[in-house]
């Protein structure tokens, strides 16, 4: 491409950007959402959406640089929920332990200048800190069916699920929206077992002056995360804090009413947990008991974030950026963990 | 900022690209690279040398939105260092598991939808698949010292160097150059053994009409990857090509004189590896079993991208691209494990 | 106990086993052996032969309180069925590792001494090294139900079978018997893929001048463990020699005919294993890829042993012994692994 | 040996028992007990006092052939030290996954009788449930040096101690003795922070009428495990009993005074716990943290039993018996875990 095209080419999408166009969408329906539309091999939903075109405008949403890092720091006292695992990461090999192990002659010997090494051995789980859940992560129903009705008795296996594992999800360029519901009703971070409904959330865009758009990546703030501290040692605040998170309702206002195309928060889960005492009235109302999860990710074929830290977008009133997250590449895996997406500015 | 404002920064920024003007280096210097040159605590390197500037004139090297996934997909077959700890990812939680194991009673009772999940817990090494050392990763010397001078009796422990993990290497975004040598060379892979000369890299930069830049990510192809199938499962075959790479005089080519802000390959350990005839003469020469390491990672603060699969971008000639890599957020982790770095173009 | 009496009831003991009189058994029949005969809940099977009088029975087959060790010794290296999870023994804290890393602030403060400890994380299958295989290690049939017929659905779980895990074997204390069919051939170990028959266990007993009883334990020498080497490194000649073993006639034979109450050898999964060239013929006639476990396992509730070390036991012709074998207590393993179990003369 | 002889060599072992002759000792002195007596090499300890006859006797202890179980369960749940990793048994392969999976098709093809298996994959700390402390357990002093001078420096590694790994435990079979302080107080579990002294075990061995002997193996209870349920769940109320112990005048009691060859009990660590306010003035009294350890395993040589589960034994009155454990056998393991000892009546 010569120069002239190139800058040619840029002002058409910086301008299109500028103009608030929304890039077209594939098969979002206003009112519906997507569903299973993508084909009955499908395992990527609704970031099927994404295009040549709508990366490059999301990346023009970059205009000095400046990079947010939305991970948190990971270790072995790090919060989770606690049906998951536990992690520790242990040196695997030293300095020291190489040369006293005495277990690779060929390396250690006529080593004249002490070369060694450091690595570790992992044992983690695959839904801890900052996550993108996995297409295949939730199921419902007589056959443990999940996304696009892939079943376990079919796709079930010892090692992950076959269908709709992380490696799945492509590399999410896409313009990302803060909607700062803790910044709006004037809090440092939301009270437990707060429900986030569709009117806390237009009440929030509303004061930041910020508009939806398909195809947008939206990130919700609880403030759950100004409690993480290095890695998330403080079980009692940041579970406290962490029961925050959008009802179903909200879910679909913001998938069927706004396209959104990737919806995350700043708490391990995204949805509203009810307190004890709310717990049946809740059950009752909506069968499931992460009725969130199961319309995002099995109905809609909507991936989740989860534990994205969003302090420093919020203090710097940054609402609109371009979201960019690559999940970690292991088949089988049910979500992107550990990870560090970015807001770009 | 209103439109006109941004369209000119737009301009501004795409027009400086456009004139091959290089990012303004902060510590670099030709002939010496950088060293230890950032403070004695620095834990990053030369990655330092990023800027808000330097990042948005990398972003706007995208003029298409195009993504190239640079990652290998991993799982329990897939090739690695023999010296490393071995993997699995094993299903921990399954729909028929959890309702099966009834440890769980308040999640699994009143649950008319038949809800339930999948998690997987991985038992996994922290260089397996495509990676980013950390700069604490190789140690060279008498007190096992590592870049900066971080020493084990210091900052050693049970769980991974306490300086210079990988959860310090900030999100690079880069302008990225692929040289491809096994382009240049006819081959589909170089052949086991095989040294890459800085002669080679002139004569492959050449052909492809590509001119490095200081703080250039430049990736370097053997071709080892085409032979990497699904998940790397043909260790005989990678593991012959795995040995081609490039040679200490060529790591000091990139960043003496070039100011290769991070150096990688599509092999495991980007370096050379001599036959087991040139062994002894090789030990002699270099006196490290690992010289490229020693001297990007210990002496330059230059980290190492190690797996990147560059066969998409080699088959579309994509030599110039935006590079973007975000590490996983482990504390204590040697490098950057199974991530999946993009280069947009 | 007076000492009058004590000495009575010892000389009883003595003689009754100098007179090769057989402990009686409870419900074992000769020509048909035992099956699910133990009632509807029972997860132990044919060890319910043992009684306080079986038991004192053995111990006082022990006349000079010499030990026997069968177990073999396991490290990371160590030779398994290539269908079962790799292995790691990790130092997880170390003295200098924990006064480094300064997580345990209490403990390492005030310390004068200087104390500290090691400890270690092990990443480990539950079958390997010298085992006793559970009850619930084979299934076979639709709905995959294993010994007493307890089934997947019902009794499946994401942490191990919950029925007839290993922690349900019982202490075992027997009359135990070496079948010595190398030494029988005289042959240092059996070569690859021999089929152990009816008629050379009967010859092999008979050149010992061995009788067996209703209710001992019988370990069957290939002579594969005289390549264990220190931690069993050595796969390619372990491998070969661990492909010979019983045929179903044999364990017919021994359980049916003998009442072998457990049936072990010094392989790794007790049963002939045919050349790739008589696979098929092997699979038409048996059905399954392993009839000796399920004849053993599943229709006889008879547990196996494997990996048991009998080479000083052949040396010094030690046919007869007291067994002991007392397999770790861990709730859901399939088996009892890297054991340590011993005859004693 | 025929018949006669035998019934005589058993008379000979009956009789030396019953007139209550110790066997002999070889380096054990009274008012010093062992120290590092056994050569530079020794990796055993006072367990080398062990001979055929000493074995013959303490199996002669057995008079019924009745077995106490002295193993505690382990699964997930299981209360450990809070400085050990967490451990996890995760199904690996179940009969439903294998089929699935189709990862093994020669093994999963021409299947007719539908067999399949489960086995586990297991992460766990090598210092959980009953345990035998291996003499590489403890360290002490400005090189990290543990039992007979083993040097961290020298015999460290990346796998465990080099020197006195739990591997190199014997089968340990000796008279074992209950010391029943809790039952000698009245009490069914001895209260928080208890410092068992010499008196409490010199009372309790007097309303016993239980002698000690040179060799014998001591198990003394403070009634924590009538807490351990299934599998050791409720960790309060566990932790709590858990802080009774020995104090080192005690440990020097039952060793220098008494020759126990081995010391346990059914606690975690065997030693007193100060309550936290008489924490400073024990550390200032003691030095180290844990001073019983230290004299055990690195002045004494003498092995540490944890966990064991005494309540039947107590029930039962049971003071005296055989008592046998056999070490998991893996190589740089730091203690023998999840073992199931047990006494034999």
């Given at each position: 491409m010569n120069k002239k095209l190139m800058i040619a080419a840029a002002l058409v999408a910086v301008a299109g950007v500028a103009a608030g166009l929304a890039p077209e969408m594939k098969k979002w329906q206003k009112g519906?959402?997507?569903?299973?539309?993508?084909?009955?091999?499908?395992?990527?939903?609704?970031?099927?959406?994404?295009?040549d075109a709508s990366r490059l405008a999301a990346l023009r949403l970059a205009k000095q640089g400046k990079v947010y890092d939305l991970g948190v720091l990971y270790d072995r006292n790090t919060y989770k929920w606690p049906g998951h695992s536990p992690g520790e990461i242990i040196a695997f090999r030293t300095p020291e332990g190489v040369k006293r192990q005495q277990d690779i002659p060929g390396v250690i010997q006529d080593n004249p200048t002490k070369t060694a090494w450091h690595s570790c051995a992992l044992f983690i789980n695959d839904n801890v800190a900052t996550q993108i859940d996995g297409l295949g992560h939730a199921t419902e129903g007589e056959d443990d069916p999940w996304y696009n009705g892939f079943k376990e008795k079919d796709w079930g296996g010892n090692w992950g699920p076959r269908k709709c594992d992380a490696s799945t999800i492509p590399s999410v360029i896409a313009r990302g929206v803060l909607i700062d519901v803790a910044g709006a009703k004037g809090v440092d971070a939301l009270p437990p077992n707060t429900a986030i409904t569709p009117a806390d959330l237009e009440e929030a865009l509303k004061k930041q002056g910020t508009t939806l758009e398909p195809g947008d990546v939206v990130l919700i703030r609880t403030g759950t995360l100004r409690h993480w501290g290095e890695t998330g040692a403080d079980h009692a605040t940041i579970g406290r804090h962490d029961s925050a998170g959008i009802t179903l309702e909200s879910a679909k206002w913001l998938v069927a009413e706004h396209g959104a195309m990737l919806v995350g928060s700043d708490t391990s889960g995204l949805e509203y947990n009810p307190a004890p005492e709310d717990n049946k009235a809740y059950r009752e109302k909506y069968?499931?008991?992460m009725p969130v999860h199961n319309y995002l990710l099995i109905e809609q074929g909507v991936h989740i974030g989860e534990f994205h830290n969003l302090e420093e977008l919020a203090r710097e009133k940054a609402y609109e950026f371009c979201y960019v997250a690559c999940t970690n590449k292991i088949k089988g895996a049910t979500a992107g963990f550990t990870l560090r997406p970015i807001a770009i500015r």
């Amino acid at each position: 491409m010569n120069k002239k095209l190139m800058i040619a080419a840029a002002l058409v999408a910086v301008a299109g950007v500028a103009a608030g166009l929304a890039p077209e969408m594939k098969k979002w329906q206003k009112g519906k959402g997507w569903g299973w539309v993508w084909g009955a091999q499908d395992e990527i939903g609704s970031l099927n959406e994404m295009t040549d075109a709508s990366r490059l405008a999301a990346l023009r949403l970059a205009k000095q640089g400046k990079v947010y890092d939305l991970g948190v720091l990971y270790d072995r006292n790090t919060y989770k929920w606690p049906g998951h695992s536990p992690g520790e990461i242990i040196a695997f090999r030293t300095p020291e332990g190489v040369k006293r192990q005495q277990d690779i002659p060929g390396v250690i010997q006529d080593n004249p200048t002490k070369t060694a090494w450091h690595s570790c051995a992992l044992f983690i789980n695959d839904n801890v800190a900052t996550q993108i859940d996995g297409l295949g992560h939730a199921t419902e129903g007589e056959d443990d069916p999940w996304y696009n009705g892939f079943k376990e008795k079919d796709w079930g296996g010892n090692w992950g699920p076959r269908k709709c594992d992380a490696s799945t999800i492509p590399s999410v360029i896409a313009r990302g929206v803060l909607i700062d519901v803790a910044g709006a009703k004037g809090v440092d971070a939301l009270p437990p077992n707060t429900a986030i409904t569709p009117a806390d959330l237009e009440e929030a865009l509303k004061k930041q002056g910020t508009t939806l758009e398909p195809g947008d990546v939206v990130l919700i703030r609880t403030g759950t995360l100004r409690h993480w501290g290095e890695t998330g040692a403080d079980h009692a605040t940041i579970g406290r804090h962490d029961s925050a998170g959008i009802t179903l309702e909200s879910a679909k206002w913001l998938v069927a009413e706004h396209g959104a195309m990737l919806v995350g928060s700043d708490t391990s889960g995204l949805e509203y947990n009810p307190a004890p005492e709310d717990n049946k009235a809740y059950r009752e109302k909506y069968k499931s008991f992460m009725p969130v999860h199961n319309y995002l990710l099995i109905e809609q074929g909507v991936h989740i974030g989860e534990f994205h830290n969003l302090e420093e977008l919020a203090r710097e009133k940054a609402y609109e950026f371009c979201y960019v997250a690559c999940t970690n590449k292991i088949k089988g895996a049910t979500a992107g963990f550990t990870l560090r997406p970015i807001a770009i500015r």
